[in-house]
Each structure stands twice: as structure tokens, then as C-alpha cells.
């Protein structure tokens, strides 16, 4: 299966209150460019 | 829920799976480099710039409960970046931090792969994580 360059996470948050979203190169691949990132 | 700050943590050093993730947990990666925090408006479109050995980190505040679900997602749009997204709790200090760096090889010394250790640490350390939104 080809790999796909994107990444997606969906969770019920187990408490109230602020989190922390990090949005990283994979290290292996050492690549770089530009995101488009979406939150709801 | 609000994208409140932004900041670009460059320069880890020495470079590996599971050194992004125990970048996540703040204590142990030497980084030398933050750009300024960067607002964003609530529950919008973000784009931004990663290159291997950075990470772009935003605040999420606002009215988020327990139960509530938070999606997020990111996607590639030039280069030949592969990202990685995390979500960890709010009272992680992500600052950058010096001291002692794990490197791959320590974890080859060990006879452990790397990758296997990556998710290890991804699993005890943040609350969700994802490299590839593919299937299994």
C-alpha cells in the first residue's frame, strides 16, 4: 500500500481544559514543505 | 476552541523517531532555536512550514470538555514533508529544554527497534498520535 503523507487523530478528550497539538516532520523521511492543518 | 500560539522548535539535534516523541515530553531534547508564539483564529485552516527537526507546537484553549471530540488533521502541500501530528495535554511545558538526547542508536545498542520504540513512546506519552493516516 502506497504510504500517504498526512496524518489525522480524532479522540474524546478525557477532561476538560487546554491541550497541546504538535505538528512535526517525520524524522526518517527528513523531508520538508508546507502544512495545511485543521482543527474541530 | 481556539489555535491560541504557535511556535517552531528547530535544531533538535540528533534526529530520530523516538527523539520526537521524547521531544513531546519536554525533558530531554536539546533545542536551541523557538520563533515567536503566533495567534490563530478559532477552529480555522492553519498552514505553516515543518522541515525534519521541527516541530510546529499551537495551544488549544477555549471551551473544551470531557467527552468532546477534537478531530485534527494535516496534509502535505509541497515538498516532500511527512508530517506527524500529537495531541498532549495542556499542562505539557513544550519549551524548548536542554540536556541529554536520545539517540536511534541507543536504542539499537539495546536491540530494540526504533520504530517499535517510537510507538512505545508515542503510546505512553501523548494522548493521540498518527504518521500516516493510511489504513492498516
Known sequence: MP???????SLALPEDGDYVLVIASN???EGFGDFRAASA | MM???????????????ALVLLFLSARFIAA??????????????????????????????????????????VTRTSGDLDPMLFLLPGDTDARPQAGPCWKPAAANERGTDPLAAMKEAADQLTLAWNDDAAPL
Open chain 2, 32 to 73: 536551541q532555536e523557538a520563533d515567536a508564539d503566533q495567534s490563530a483564529p478559532a477552529g480555522a485552516v492553519i498552514a505553516g512550514r515543518a522541515e525534519s527537526g521541527s516541530a510546529a507546537l499551537y495551544r488549544l484553549v477555549g471551551s473544551l470538555k470531557a467527552g468532546d471530540t477534537l478531530y485534527a488533521d
Open chain 1, 3 to 9: 504510504r500517504r503523507y498526512d496524518a489525522q487523530i
Open chain 1, 27 to 29: 524524522p526518517v523521511v
Open chain 2, 3 to 17: 489555535f491560541v500560539s504557535r511556535h517552531t522548535v528547530r535544531q533538535w539535534g540528533a534526529v530520530g523517531p
